[in-house]
């Protein structure tokens, strides 16, 4: 047992978080969504978590006879910690995101109307369990070719009922909470663009989820011919028709009649890079062709070892409201997403009053430079 004396300061600590969070709340008007994806390996006490409306926990799978499991040797105690943060932020919501890059099992829980069930009985009894606020399926990616996973043509038309199902039993969850309004359980999804609106049924799906995570980073990387702004908000000067930004992901939504306050525009707490970058006759090492690609950086990491080194030259781009790192004398060029970046993207989701940002991933963020700037640029 800690002495008196110790125990008084921890106390004037939790209750000047919890004014904190009450006035933080009391200037978020509209109430936009800040959600941040979270993994077993974060360091989760540390986290900010009067700045966010829902945390992500990263990630549940599916096992061998398609019930939904924690795999994780962590992953217990991680739910543990994150629901301990109500405790600072009580309106704050944790949600169990299963699936994930190369987390097969989908295609299979989808096919049939007994599967979808299994899925759905499994998944929504770890939310009863941990006493979560719902769940997130992020299946990357329907009718696609993944690293390994499944695939059929009929997923578009499972993914649908399998969202159905879930809709249902955490319904019937919240009634059983007796939870109604903003406090029954939620259901999200993430989506991106492109083909993937070719394998799902966006304009029949979309009243069954609260909101979609539009995973709007990742769009050049090393399986693209040039580099480019991985997370990038509009197209750089002399883009490609077509060429792949955050506008156009959510105009692509938009049109298939998603509404505005259900698109979560994604943020990217890491970024890409590039080596041999032969830049244009300007210099400019944007849409250039690379000799190789260079590895991924956490903000962390990119804070820590790049930015004010001399031989990196920090670029941002007006046009495309996006920032890179350029080294001329080995031609590396990083992308990735900064304060300003940050900014940029939440004053786009106030202006096309969409539903807010959700970024991937905590840790990569440690300090909360990226989130604290999202936050308030939100608020």
């Given at each position: 047992m800690r002495p008196a004396f110790a125990i008084r300061p921890l106390v004037l600590l939790l209750l000047s978080c919890a004014v904190w969070t009450v006035?933080?709340?009391?200037?978020?008007?509209?109430?936009?969504?800040l959600v941040g994806y979270v993994m077993a390996k974060t360091d989760i006490p540390r986290i900010p978590a009067g700045l966010l409306t829902h945390l992500d926990f990263a990630f549940a799978h599916i096992d061998a006879a398609g019930r939904v499991v924690l795999d994780g040797p962590n992953d217990e105690r991680a739910l543990g910690e994150l629901v301990a943060l109500k405790a600072i932020n009580p309106t704050l919501r944790i949600i169990l995101s299963i699936g994930g890059w190369g987390a097969d099992g989908f295609s299979d829980a989808a096919l049939t109307e007994a599967s979808r069930a299994r899925f759905s009985a499994t998944a929504v009894a770890l939310v009863?369990?941990?006493?979560?606020?719902?769940?997130?399926?992020?299946?990357?990616?329907?009718g696609q070719p993944g690293p390994g996973i499944r695939f059929r043509p009929e997923d578009r038309r499972n993914f649908t009922p399998l969202l159905a199902q879930l809709r249902r039993d955490l319904d019937a969850l919240s009634e059983k909470r007796h939870?109604?309004?903003?406090?029954?359980?939620?259901?999200?999804?993430?989506?991106?663009?492109?083909?993937?609106?070719?394998?799902t049924e966006m304009d029949r799906l979309h009243p069954l989820v609260d909101w979609m995570n539009v995973m709007s980073y990742d769009l050049y990387g090393s399986f693209s011919t040039t580099t480019?702004?991985?997370?990038?908000?509009?197209?750089?000067?002399?883009?490609?028709?077509?060429?792949?930004?955050?506008?156009?992901?959510?105009?692509?939504h938009l049109a298939a009649g998603i509404p505005r306050e259900k698109?979560?525009?994604?943020?990217?707490f890491y970024g890409r890079s590039w080596t041999g970058v032969k830049p244009d006759a300007s210099g400019s090492p944007l849409l250039a062709p690379y000799a190789q690609p260079g590895p991924s950086h956490s903000y962390r990491e990119i804070a820590r070892d790049y930015l004010g080194r001399p031989d990196f030259e920090r670029r941002w781009d007006t046009t495309a409201q996006a920032v890179t790192l350029w080294q001329p004398s080995t031609g590396t060029l990083i992308s990735y997403e900064d304060a300003d970046a940050l900014r940029a993207k939440a004053n786009f989701v106030r202006q096309?009053?969409?539903?807010?940002?959700?970024?991937?991933?905590?840790?990569d963020d440690p300090q909360a430079v990226l989130l604290s700037a999202a936050a308030q640029a939100l608020r």
């Amino acid at each position: 047992m800690r002495p008196a004396f110790a125990i008084r300061p921890l106390v004037l600590l939790l209750l000047s978080c919890a004014v904190w969070t009450v006035s933080l709340r009391a200037e978020a008007a509209p109430p936009f969504r800040l959600v941040g994806y979270v993994m077993a390996k974060t360091d989760i006490p540390r986290i900010p978590a009067g700045l966010l409306t829902h945390l992500d926990f990263a990630f549940a799978h599916i096992d061998a006879a398609g019930r939904v499991v924690l795999d994780g040797p962590n992953d217990e105690r991680a739910l543990g910690e994150l629901v301990a943060l109500k405790a600072i932020n009580p309106t704050l919501r944790i949600i169990l995101s299963i699936g994930g890059w190369g987390a097969d099992g989908f295609s299979d829980a989808a096919l049939t109307e007994a599967s979808r069930a299994r899925f759905s009985a499994t998944a929504v009894a770890l939310v009863e369990r941990h006493r979560l606020d719902g769940l997130d399926i992020d299946w990357e990616y329907p009718g696609q070719p993944g690293p390994g996973i499944r695939f059929r043509p009929e997923d578009r038309r499972n993914f649908t009922p399998l969202l159905a199902q879930l809709r249902r039993d955490l319904d019937a969850l919240s009634e059983k909470r007796h939870a109604h309004g903003g406090d029954r359980c939620v259901l999200t999804i993430a989506t991106t663009g492109g083909v993937y609106f070719e394998h799902t049924e966006m304009d029949r799906l979309h009243p069954l989820v609260d909101w979609m995570n539009v995973m709007s980073y990742d769009l050049y990387g090393s399986f693209s011919t040039t580099t480019g702004h991985h997370a990038g908000l509009f197209a750089t000067t002399d883009a490609p028709a077509g060429a792949p930004t955050t506008e156009r992901l959510i105009r692509q939504h938009l049109a298939a009649g998603i509404p505005r306050e259900k698109l979560l525009v994604g943020a990217a707490f890491y970024g890409r890079s590039w080596t041999g970058v032969k830049p244009d006759a300007s210099g400019s090492p944007l849409l250039a062709p690379y000799a190789q690609p260079g590895p991924s950086h956490s903000y962390r990491e990119i804070a820590r070892d790049y930015l004010g080194r001399p031989d990196f030259e920090r670029r941002w781009d007006t046009t495309a409201q996006a920032v890179t790192l350029w080294q001329p004398s080995t031609g590396t060029l990083i992308s990735y997403e900064d304060a300003d970046a940050l900014r940029a993207k939440a004053n786009f989701v106030r202006q096309e009053q969409l539903g807010g940002i959700m970024y991937w991933e905590q840790s990569d963020d440690p300090q909360a430079v990226l989130l604290s700037a999202a936050a308030q640029a939100l608020r």
